[in-house]
């Protein structure tokens, strides 16, 4: 049992690269999410999908698009990296959007020189 | 703006050593409080979800509880595999997203 799953694991890109994270789950949910970590400030929302179809910015959109494949896959793209989105980056999914508790992958960590 | 505080920042341990940690927290109409828990390199792993003050929950050496300004996560006995960070989260009625605190990191030493 998968659960979710992140690919690649580990990333180095030069300033101005572009680059797709890719995300998919396998437990059926609704929702899913793209956070990033970074040291003392926590896990924060850039973008989550309700549902298949629907996409909405989080706290720290800028610099970054999502697009929701289908039911199981959300990727998140950076279209000309900078090195201020150095940080690792969680994909989550919960079967709805309301109380539920959503369930992480283990993370891309992403360096931009 | 939902807010979580996670209190202490850092907390060391003996093995067998009692303790709790704690999450204060400011929303308007708790949805949910989530705790997970974080190994070096990993996602956080879900622990307990509490919908209302006065709920608990449990699981081995872990208890969390609820009141309408905090949630403490108990732990009885630690073991040094309980070492981690540990990480609160709420879901308030004004939006659906989810807000972390910023953790406290647990050692448990031998």
């Known amino acids: 049992n998968a659960g979710v799953t992140q690919t690649p694991k580990f990333q180095v890109l030069k300033t101005g690269q572009s680059m797709t994270l890719q995300c998919a789950q396998d437990?059926?949910?609704?929702?899913m999410y793209w956070y990033r970590q970074d040291p003392g400030m926590g896990l924060r929302l850039i973008y989550y999908?309700?549902?298949?179809?629907?996409?909405d910015k989080g706290e720290v959109p800028n610099g970054y698009n999502v697009s929701r494949l289908n039911k199981r896959e959300f990727s998140l793209r950076l279209e000309s990296a900078a090195p201020s989105q150095t940080s690792v980056y969680f994909c989550?999914?919960?079967?709805?959007?309301?109380?539920?508790?959503?369930?992480f992958g283990d993370g891309t960590r992403l360096s931009i020189l | 703006e939902d807010q979580v505080t996670q209190s202490p920042e850092a907390l060391r341990l003996q093995e067998g050593e009692s303790s709790s940690l704690n999450c204060s927290y400011t929303?308007?109409?708790?949805?949910?409080l989530f705790w997970y828990r974080q190994d070096p390199g990993k996602g956080p792993e879900f622990l307990f979800t509490l919908y209302s003050a006065g709920e608990e929950k449990e699981k081995e050496r872990l208890k969390a509880t609820l009141t309408k300004k905090e949630s403490f996560l108990h732990i009885t006995a630690p073991k040094p595999e309980d070492s981690a960070t540990y990480l609160c989260a709420v879901i308030g009625g004004s939006n659906y997203k989810l807000t972390f605190g910023k953790g406290t990191l647990l050692t448990v030493n031998p």
């Open positions: 989550a999914s919960s079967q709805t959007d309301s109380n539920q508790p959503q369930h």
């Open positions: 999908s309700a549902s298949e179809g629907t996409t």
């Open positions: 437990m059926n949910h609704n929702s």
């Open positions: 929303v308007s109409g708790l949805r949910g």
